[in-house]
């Protein structure tokens, strides 16, 4: 069974920094692309970001709200899946989930998520 | 705003049939394939429909997907009050590089 665990959420200040932590079992996280979620509170979902397996090269891809400020990386002897925050803002406010993304057809991503961790960002 | 663009709310009756549409482009929805994910109150979203029209398994064959163009659908045939949800449409979007979300749908079941 796929179980994503994240964790390191919290209260941070505006202009601070945090990093989430997922912890992956139940698949070959070595061999998969992940990607990150976020849900403001009330809102809908955004995609914040994603890392191809380093067999596909580890590299990765964000939106323009990030880009720049957040970083994702991977430690596959831990099967744990990393989001660095930087330069957070008040916008950045949200549930963040970890999900399992898709490298190929039939392109099932975003198949299995975690229970998500709380960010805060306020003064 | 979202790219992907998806009515706030739906609603139906009982046994109802309702659809949920989902517009894009052609760099989105037009030339990628579209993913429909259910979410409910205070858990984490679930994969509903993959690859336009495939459901993942324990997925009742009343939640049928479609795409035409740069539009694609969720449908929901024989509403029941537990498919109350919100429902999000995904796809991958070329020019952006990146995967979008419509901005979500609430269905209520009346």
């Known amino acids: 069974e796929v179980q994503l665990v994240e964790s390191g959420g919290g209260l941070v200040k505006p202009g601070g920094s945090l990093r989430l932590s997922c912890a992956a079992s139940?698949?070959?996280?070595?061999?998969?692309?992940m990607s990150w979620i976020r849900q403001a509170p009330g809102k809908g979902l955004e995609w914040v970001g994603r890392?191809?397996?380093?067999?596909?090269?580890?590299?990765?891809d964000y939106p323009a709200p990030v880009k720049g400020r957040f970083t994702i990386s991977r430690d596959d002897s831990r099967n744990t899946l990393y989001l660095q925050m930087n330069r957070l803002e008040t916008e950045d406010t949200a549930l963040y989930y970890c999900?399992?993304?898709?490298?190929?057809?039939?392109?099932?991503?975003?198949?299995?998520w975690g229970q998500g961790t709380l960010v805060t960002v306020s003064s | 705003q979202s790219v992907l663009t998806q009515p706030p709310s739906a609603s139906g009756t009982p046994g109802q049939r309702i659809t949920i549409s989902c517009s894009g482009s052609?760099?989105?929805?037009?030339?990628?394939?579209v993913n429909w994910y259910q979410q409910f109150p205070g858990t984490a979203p679930k994969l509903l429909i993959y690859?336009?029209?495939q459901r993942p398994s324990g997925v009742p064959d009343r939640f049928t997907g479609s795409k035409s163009g740069s539009s694609a659908s969720l449908a929901i045939g024989g509403l029941s009050p537990e498919d109350e949800a919100d429902y999000y449409c995904?796809?991958?979007?070329?020019?952006?590089?990146?995967?979008?979300f419509g901005g979500g749908t609430q269905l209520t079941v009346l």
């Open positions: 999900t399992t993304d898709s490298k190929s057809p039939p392109w099932r991503y975003f198949d299995s």
């Open positions: 139940g698949f070959i996280f070595n061999d998969a692309w």
């Open positions: 890392i191809k397996s380093n067999t596909d090269g580890g590299t990765t």
């Open positions: 052609s760099s989105n929805v037009g030339s990628n394939t």
């Open positions: 690859n336009n029209n």
């Open positions: 995904a796809a991958w979007d070329d020019i952006l590089n990146g995967r979008l």
